[in-house]
Structures are given as C-alpha cells and as structure tokens.
Nanobody, 120 residues
Framework: QVQLVESGGGLVQAGGSLGLSCAASGSIFRFMPMGWYRQAPGKQRELVAAITRGGSTNYTDSVKGRFTVSRDNAKNTVYLSMNSLKPEDTAVYYC??????????????WGQGTQVTVSS
C-alpha cells in the first residue's frame, strides 16, 4: 500500500504563485511515473502535468509555460510549481503515483487532494 500526502494548496490572487508537494510512502516512488491532476466543480478530472521515472515531463496546453513538475527521488516527493495563476486554475489538485508495473505488480494510487483557489 502506498500513501500520498499532498500539501501546499491555498488561496492566491490572479498572477500569483503556489507550490504543491506530494510525498509518497514506501520505496516504489522512484520506479513510477507521477502525475498532477485537477478537478474543478462540475468538470471532469484532468491531467495537468506528468513526469516519468526518468524525469521527462509533459503538460496540458493550458498550463504550459506557467507550471513546472519536478521530482526528488531521494525524498519520494513530486512537486508542482505554479506561476501566473489564473482564476480558471481553481480546482482540487491531486497527485497520482502510476499507473505502472514493477516486479509484476501494478501500482496506481491517488492523493487526497488539495484545494487551489485563484481569486480575480
């Protein structure tokens, strides 16, 4: 069982910045891709940013150039740095470990979510 603990959400004015962290338990973190997702009220959960075990990243178009995903395998932690925030970035942000397979076992875990609110 893997536990993901997110932190760093909050309220910020448009144009401001926030940083999110997600710490994973156990030792599987370094072998798994990690992702940040978000879900706004009345909308489906969407992928915001992802990072592979090797450090390759990809972003949804709406956050390119503003958000940066990174990972520290020594700390079992993935980060999301968010700059130039817009009201439409308001959502609950979730981190995800996986999905992936290691040693014939599948891994797909979600954090509890952290609220990000951007005021106009």
């Amino acid at each position: 069982q893997v536990q993901l603990v997110e932190s760093g959400g909050g309220l910020v004015q448009a144009g401001g910045s926030l940083g999110l962290s997600c710490a994973a338990s156990g030792s599987i973190f370094r072998f798994m891709p990690m992702g940040w997702y978000r879900q706004a009220p009345g909308k489906q959960r969407e992928l915001v940013a992802a990072i592979t075990r090797g450090g390759s990243t990809n972003y949804t178009d709406s956050v390119k150039g503003r958000f940066t995903v990174s990972r520290d395998n020594a700390k079992n932690t993935v980060y999301l740095s968010m700059n130039s925030l817009k009201p439409e970035d308001t959502a609950v942000y979730y981190c995800r470990l996986g999905p992936g397979v290691f040693a014939l076992r599948s891994y797909d875990y979600w954090g509890q979510g952290t609220q990000v609110t951007v005021s106009s």
